[in-house]
């Protein structure tokens, strides 16, 4: 199974918004609505952002929201803080009891 | 406060086996799907394996495996310590990682679950 894509880089100035997208196919994002975004700060664990293409867990901001338009997943960070520089992680079930990651997004806040 | 520690890594010789372990606190373990998440040093999170819990099973666990793993990794549970395992044969230099535990969900199929909280990883590292 290939790993979803996503841009390695992205970026923005604080109080901006910026979009992270996350390519697959039929077979993973398009097919299904398990879709999650993680964030993982260096030396970190990843933390669970977005699930379900667009729901968020308890605590997470709701500055973080998710989306979806075919095969494209994007997560999109409004009222960008410096905090939120980390990299992101998409994933999705891909069928056939497959989970797929993307291979990571690092958002640098200007 | 829920909480997942992994432990057991270590250095290993390629061909060889290792057994790594996570003990979960402050949830209900048994009704929760589990999962292995690694990570390559500075590379991107690949999913290695996951296991049903009783809330959406039932009885029996149900097991699922990335391809890379299938055939040499084998991933269990004991409820009654608490504790989730992964049994790694045949080790090779691409296993090499930081093996994260994962707690999934009680109400959905194992594998579309996502994964709500996460240890801090146990470093396991394949080399001559």
């Known amino acids: 199974q290939s790993a979803l894509t996503q841009p390695p880089s992205a970026s923005g100035s604080p109080g901006q918004s910026v979009t992270i997208s996350c390519t697959g196919t039929?077979?993973?994002?398009?097919?299904?609505?398990?879709v999650s975004w993680y964030q993982q700060h260096p030396g970190k664990a990843p933390k669970l952002m977005i699930y379900?293409?667009?729901k968020r867990p308890s605590g997470v901001p709701d500055r973080f929201s998710g989306s979806k338009s075919g095969n494209t997943a994007s997560l999109t960070v409004s009222g960008l803080q410096a905090e939120d520089e980390a990299n992101y992680y998409c994933s999705s079930y891909a069928g056939s009891n497959n989970l797929v990651f993307g291979g990571g997004t690092k958002l640098t806040v200007l | 406060e829920v909480q997942v520690l992994e432990s057991g890594g270590g250095l290993v010789q390629p061909g060889g086996s290792l057994r790594i372990s996570c003990v979960a606190s402050g949830f209900t373990f048994n009704t929760y799907a589990m999962a292995w998440v690694r990570q390559a040093p500075g590379k991107g999170l690949e999913w290695v394996s996951s296991i049903s819990g009783s809330t959406f099973s039932g009885s029996g666990d149900s097991t699922y495996y990335a391809d890379s793993v299938k055939g040499r990794f084998t991933i269990s549970r004991d409820n009654s310590k608490n504790t989730l395992y992964v049994q790694m044969n045949s080790l090779t230099a691409e296993d090499t990682a930081l093996y994260y535990c994962?707690?999934?969900?009680?109400?959905?199929?194992?594998?579309?679950?996502?994964?709500?909280?996460w240890g801090q990883g146990t470093l396991v590292t394949v080399s001559s």
């Open positions: 994962a707690r999934g969900g009680q109400y959905c199929p194992t594998i579309t679950c996502p994964f709500d909280s």
């Open positions: 039929s077979s993973d994002v398009g097919g299904y609505k398990y």
């Open positions: 379900e293409v667009i």
